[in-house]
């Protein structure tokens, strides 16, 4: 939504084709590195996002692959 996309810019992230070359990851964390709180949701928008879906759309076992990483982080 338009929050995380002003988060994006605020990390440094101006447009999809960035965020796509990036990867959902570490752009969590740069956006991360300004809202501390960034939630696991927000990691599923940019993996959607950077793989040209909505979240909804990630399969299963990505969506667990990511809250697995996301928990890591402390």
Known sequence: GA???EELVEAGIDSPEELMQLGAKDAFLRIRMQ???ACVNQLYA???AAEGMRWHHLSRQ???ELKKWYRSLG
């Open 62 to 64: 990505s969506r667990e």
């Open 3 to 5: 929050k995380l996309e």
């Open 35 to 37: 809202v501390p709180d």
């Open 46 to 48: 940019l993996a959607g």
